[in-house]
């Protein structure tokens, strides 16, 4: 009955997520088609997992786009746009992370790591928000890191991206707020996904061992909470960080 009541009252909201092919993303647009939402799920390279997702939920549509290159974005946008004539939420998921020295770094790591964790993510936000903006409604989520919030020792590029993306949450809040569209980012602390497959088991017991709730976070944690942000009516600029008070500012 709940499902029914659900679909109810989600069926008219469009929902673009990026990188959504595994991980964090999969796991929000499992979650929202499952509440009736319409959700279009980006992925770049991992079509066979895409197939997959789609094949999970009718409320799900798949498209590849490699959101570090614009005109693939605006392909993405005017598929969805012809499918569903509107995009209500946003969730800028898509990222790549790479461990290294500061000093280490290339020119082409760097340009690497920009593209894909910043600039897909203002690329992105630049396209879709016309039709929001048009429409006077909307809602943006970007996912940033609590690396982000207090820096990370050899991830610093990574660091540096996330911050930027809190930067932008907070500009386009108040940017975009008269137009009634709400921009938030959702900081993670440590998630079980693939990103984190390079530590091992004793590095990850570590790492419990630092985290207040002594777990580290399920994809279905930072889903939950989207899913929360969603349907607020109240919350903009805000970074909310879900990590087990592994990091409380
Ligand atoms: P993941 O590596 O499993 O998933 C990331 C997805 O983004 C992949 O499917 C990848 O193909 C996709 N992607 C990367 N660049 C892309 C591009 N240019 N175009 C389209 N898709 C692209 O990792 P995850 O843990 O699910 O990460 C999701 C988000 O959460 C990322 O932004 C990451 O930085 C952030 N995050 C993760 C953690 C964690 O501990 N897992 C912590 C903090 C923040």
């Known amino acids: 009955m709940e499902q029914i009541n659900n679909r109810m009252n989600n069926t008219e909201k469009v929902v673009l997520v990026t990188g959504a092919s595994r991980g964090i993303g999969r796991e929000i647009a499992k979650t929202l088609a499952n509440k ?5 799920a980006d992925y770049n390279k991992s079509e066979e997992q895409a197939k997959s997702l789609k094949q999970e939920n009718e409320n799900i549509e798949i498209f590849k786009a490699d959101v570090s290159k614009r005109e693939e974005v605006q392909e993405m946008v005017k598929f969805t746009l012809e499918k569903y004539k509107k995009i209500d939420v946003l969730i800028n998921n898509a990222g790549i992370s790479e461990s290294k020295l500061f000093t ?20 992105t936000t630049q396209e879709v928000v016309k ?30 991206t996330k911050a930027g993306i809190d930067g932008m949450t ?55 909470c989207i899913k929360w942000l969603i349907e607020d009516e109240y919350t903009t600029g805000q970074i909310i960080s879900i990590n087990g008070g592994w990091v409380i500012t």
Do not use: H, Q
Not at 134 to 155: F, L, P, Q, Y
């Open 104 to 123: 280490d770094v290339t020119d082409k790591e760097w340009d690497k790591m920009i593209k894909n964790n910043l600039y897909s993510a203002f690329c």
């Open 170 to 224: 907070k500009s386009l809040a108040k940017e975009l707020g008269p137009s009634n569209i709400r921009v938030n980012s959702i900081a993670p602390g440590i998630i079980d996904t693939d990103m984190n497959k390079c530590y091992n088991n004793d590095e990850i017991d570590d790492i419990k061992n630092e985290i207040p709730l002594e777990r580290i976070g399920k994809t279905i944690d930072i889903a939950k």
């Open 36 to 40: 009736g939402y319409k959700v279009i």
């Open 131 to 160: 039709n929001m903006i048009t429409r006077k409604e909307g809602c943006i989520i970007n996912v940033s890191s609590v690396w982000g919030m207090i820096g990370s020792s050899c991830e610093s590029i990574y660091s540096i």
